[in-house]
């Protein structure tokens, strides 16, 4: 088993930072990738980014691209998104998943086996 505990996120104004973060325990050796996703009330799961062991570049869903980062430790065993320039759109509860995938980095939800219990991320306007 994995377990993924996020951490951080609150209340923001529009155009502004926040940073969330995730750590990863149990059989860490176990997954390929680590990723964010968002879901807000009513609305799909979103993919946000991810990273995998090759370090193959970073992976960002459009919606968030050129405003957040994604950033990990070297054993990928703690991901961090920091978000910019925040919209009122980007409110979500914002979730860290795993991937068993071998090398696999993508934007589908329906293949990360593990989920962290969210971190709730609020942007005013």
């Known amino acids: 088993q994995v377990q993924l505990v996020e951490s951080g996120g609150g209340l923001v104004q529009a155009g502004g930072s926040l940073s969330v973060s995730c750590a990863a325990s149990?059989?860490?050796?176990?997954?390929?990738?680590l990723a964010w996703f968002r879901q807000a009330p009513g609305k799909e799961r979103e993919f946000v980014g991810c990273?995998?062991?090759?370090?193959?570049?970073?992976s960002y869903g459009e919606s968030v691209k050129g405003r957040f980062t994604i950033s990990r430790d070297n054993a990928l065993n703690s991901l961090y998104l920091q978000m910019n320039s925040l919209k009122p759109e980007d409110t979500a509860l914002y979730y860290c998943?795993?991937?068993?995938?071998?090398?696999?980095?993508?934007?589908?939800?329906?293949?990360?086996?593990?989920w962290g219990q969210g971190t709730q991320v609020t942007v005013s306007s």
């Open positions: 990273v995998n062991k090759i370090r193959a570049p970073i």
């Open positions: 998943a795993a991937s068993l995938k071998s090398a696999y980095c993508g934007s589908n939800w329906r293949d990360y086996a593990y």
């Open positions: 149990g059989r860490t050796w176990s997954y390929q990738a």
